[in-house]
């Protein structure tokens, strides 16, 4: 079998997403998933201009081979945009040769490690009462692990709330917004959140919650000392991860479990916090991380040192690769959790997909390949659209991380 051509598919159903369709001569073809939040452009760029013209006449079974002709053939190494663009050839390959060889893709990654697949939801709230709310209502819809964020009292904005009654979508169209922060009026805040969320609810769902890279290690070591009492499925992303070190002061005060991951781009990025012992969860998601190839390699380092997975799944990981992260999931023995952020009407109508959601877990349905398809016409509706994550600040004007 024999590459003949990849196109770049832009669509924006709500919101941006970068599909990659590899066609063979055999008329098999495989998809990709390859947005990056906010600098999707680059990427359609780095693929059409640089990656696909490479792809033209090769054997499309040759993952491993193609993956290292991508990163180390290139000579620079690592990076977003450059990851993300492997990652969405690699996707597509393991699409084509799942369908090739009739088997859904995680039967050739060691086939089905569980039966099922246990995902978390995101409730968000103005307040407490509405975030405790929020949290109710999933449950009902079967859920038995909920993300948790709320309204902090003080702050026009935060993030993980929705402005209106829509559901969150952290991408917003035109240049970015600019949200305010205060560290402070956040560690008052939490602690009183999930007392209020463990007092209503009580003990058996898990809670999770995102600090979205916003403290130091000192401060976010204070925090997961307050929330021990709470019992945490996780404390994710508490400061931004490029000290690698710092980790190990948060390490050193709380038992609080900790998810780190979601920006990383390779195994390098995590390396020392698992080595070291200084995560529980890693977050890298399939589109960010350099594709199946490199995901399955990840989380099987991740397991020498009893470190889980727990990937990113919110809105812009498209349905291609929220296809691929379950296939990943049910095949790998070190899954912890995945995250599971609805898509709206419009994308679901884009992309057809085996996967399903089933009484608090997910299944990638046994479709040959990923599972997951595009429909050329329904995309063709809906043209790209300039949006960005917003930007952060502190109350007296600093740029913060958001
Ligand atoms: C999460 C994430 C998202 C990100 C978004 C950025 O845990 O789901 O933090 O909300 O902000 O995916 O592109
Ligand atoms: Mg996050």
Redesign the pocket.
Known sequence: MKILGAKVIVCSPGRNFVTLKIETDEGIYGLGDATL??RELAVVSYLEDHLVPCLIGRDPFQTEDIWHYFYRGAYWRRGPVTMTAIAAIDMALWDIKGKALGVPVYNLLGGKSRNSVLVYA?ATGRDIGETVDEVERYRQKGYLAI?AQSGIPGLAST??VPKDQKY?E??ERGLPSESLWSTEKYLRHVPKLFEALRNTLGDDLHLLH?V?HRLTPIQAARLGKELEPFHLFWM??PVAAELQDGFRLIRQHTTTPLAVG?VFNSIWDAEQLMREQLIDYL?MSIVHGGGITAMKKAADFAALYHVQTGA??????SPVCMGAALHLDLAINNFGIQ?H?LHNAQTEETFPHAYFFRDGSMYPGDEPGLGVDIKEDVAARFPYERAY?PVNRKEDGTLFHW
Do not use: C, I, V
Not at 312 to 317: K, L, N, T, V, Y
């Open positions: 939040n906010g995101h993300r993030y993980g969150y952290p991408a995102d979205h994710e992303d979601e977050r990113h799944g919110a809105s812009d990981m995250e952020m994550l």
